[in-house]
């Protein structure tokens, strides 16, 4: 029975994805961060109640619940990011677990776990059909450690002495499970803590009597400017954000710690731009050119600055990296909301609504171009560098779930 089939008949399994699947259609989970604590939590489900034999059968069944609620949602990019990241260290774990079993069968130590920094260049069914020393040194053996049982043998021998290896790890595949769970636990921890450890070097971007403009609510920013309040007195301008007005949100949390706090229109944004020091925005997503995704009026927020050559700060935690890029050319956004807000009923008696489009971009695109540097759980960055980290996160194999 295949992976993906078993995923059909275990009925514990797909109850689960369902239940999550069903939350997503109907918007019952909002927001980048809470999908994907959503979806990391049922990964660590799946994997704790998955029956398999192999590497291959259980990215199958990761990959086919992974694919079924990205298309629940596909515009919370954060989780097909989650599965990516999981499949890329369940097959990190299994490569470990492997090496250190091929190593043990022939009386030989080897480092417990395959640096993560490494280029995951070996598919899985290539992983261990090689004893070449390419392969012994990404997977951290030095030369002298090439066990004797196969230095010994010519190459045909060493292939198939390397294939029962694979096979008899594979009899005991289900042994790698505790480390798989403990892997998606440092996910899981990751994501709990990403607000404090975007902010944790926040003093170090904003400096006394700066003026700060943002635009709407992130609780990113918001836990940036609030660790920065303990140390510096500054000012933050904000825009109100119409129609959601999610801005008047940002300003009353603000104000409320003693940060000194101006709520503007979104119509004074350039006017006002002129005194500005920085401008710090959210993301929804970042992709993998380094343009943003992030709440409207983000791109007229950057354009402004660029006009006055004041700097952009994106606040966002690195699960909203996606290797993805923008195809949503018309309106550059990946959501819409209620055309109501911008045009009420009562507003449109007057208007011959057959020649009128009412659009509500709920997001905006702001280009690399806009963009000076991503403050994120993991360091700073400028928006080149996005791609290369997005290499070291996921498996070019899992760009399309």
């Given at each position: 029975m295949t992976a993906t089939a078993s995923t059909i008949r275990d009925k514990t399994i797909q109850r689960h994805v369902e239940t999550l699947v069903l939350r997503l259609r109907r918007r019952q989970i909002v927001g980048s961060h809470a999908a994907a604590l959503e979806t990391v939590l049922l990964l660590r489900q799946i994997v704790s109640?998955?029956?398999?034999?192999?590497?291959?059968?259980?990215?199958?069944?990761?990959?086919?619940?992974?694919?079924?609620?990205?298309?629940?949602?596909?515009?919370?990019?954060?989780?097909?990011?989650?599965?990516?990241?999981?499949?890329?260290?369940?097959?990190?774990?299994f490569h470990a677990a492997a090496a250190?079993?091929?190593?043990?069968?022939?009386?030989?130590?080897?480092?417990?776990t395959r640096p993560a920094s490494l280029p995951n260049v070996l598919s899985p069914g290539q992983a261990f059909a090689s004893s070449s020393l390419a392969?012994?040194?990404?997977?951290?053996?030095?030369r002298s450690h090439l066990p004797q049982s196969l230095a010994d043998h010519p190459p045909s021998h060493r292939h198939q002495a390397q294939h029962l290896d694979i096979d008899d790890f594979n009899k005991k595949a289900v042994?790698?499970?505790?480390?798989?769970?403990?892997?998606?636990?440092?996910v899981i921890d990751e994501l709990?803590?990403?607000?404090?450890?975007?902010?944790?070097?926040?003093?170090?971007?904003?400096?006394?009597?700066?003026?700060?403009?943002?635009?709407?609510?992130?609780?990113t920013v918001e836990a940036f400017l609030k660790s920065a309040a303990h140390y510096r007195?500054?000012?933050?301008?904000?825009?109100?954000?119409?129609?959601?007005?999610?801005?008047?949100?940002?300003?009353?949390?603000?104000?409320?710690?003693?940060?000194?706090?101006?709520?503007?229109?979104?119509?004074?944004?350039?006017?006002?731009?002129?005194?500005?020091?920085?401008?710090?925005?959210?993301?929804?997503?970042?992709?993998?050119?380094g343009g943003i995704f992030?709440?409207?009026?983000?791109?007229?927020a950057a354009t402004a600055a660029r006009a006055h050559a004041t700097p952009v700060v994106i606040c966002t935690g690195q699960f909203k990296f996606t290797p993805l890029w923008n195809l949503y050319h018309d309106f550059a956004a990946v959501d819409f909301g209620d055309p109501a807000e911008v045009l009420g009923v009562q507003d449109s008696d007057c208007v011959n609504m057959d020649?009128?489009?009412?659009?509500?971009?709920?997001?905006?695109?702001?280009?690399?171009?806009?963009?000076?540097?991503?403050?994120?759980?993991?360091?700073?960055?400028?928006?080149?560098?996005?791609?290369?980290?997005?290499?070291?996160?996921?498996?070019?194999?899992?760009?399309?779930?």
């Open positions: 109640a998955a029956k398999f034999t192999s590497l291959e059968q259980l990215v199958s069944l990761v990959k086919t619940a992974g694919r079924q609620l990205v298309e629940a949602q596909p515009k919370e990019y954060s989780v097909g990011n989650t599965v990516r990241k999981v499949l890329r260290l369940i097959r990190e774990e250190a079993a091929m190593a043990g069968s022939s009386g030989t130590s080897t480092p417990a392969n012994f040194v990404l997977l951290g053996h030095p042994s790698v499970k505790p480390a798989l769970i403990a892997a998606i636990q440092e709990e803590t990403v607000y404090e450890n975007v902010a944790k070097n926040a003093r170090d971007h904003i400096h006394s009597d700066e003026i700060i403009l943002t635009i709407g609510y992130s609780r007195r500054f000012t933050v301008i904000v825009a109100e954000t119409a129609p959601s007005y999610s801005g008047c949100e940002m300003a009353q949390s603000l104000a409320s710690v003693g940060i000194s706090t101006v709520l503007v229109p979104d119509s004074c944004i350039y006017s006002l731009m002129s005194r500005v020091n920085k401008v710090m925005l959210g993301a929804h997503a970042v992709l993998a050119n992030g709440i409207a009026g983000s791109l007229l020649q009128v489009d009412v659009v509500n971009p709920y997001f905006d695109y702001v280009k690399p171009e806009l963009v000076d540097v991503l403050v994120t759980n993991d360091g700073d960055h400028p928006p080149s560098f996005v791609h290369r980290l997005v290499k070291e996160t996921y498996d070019d194999e899992d760009t399309d779930l």
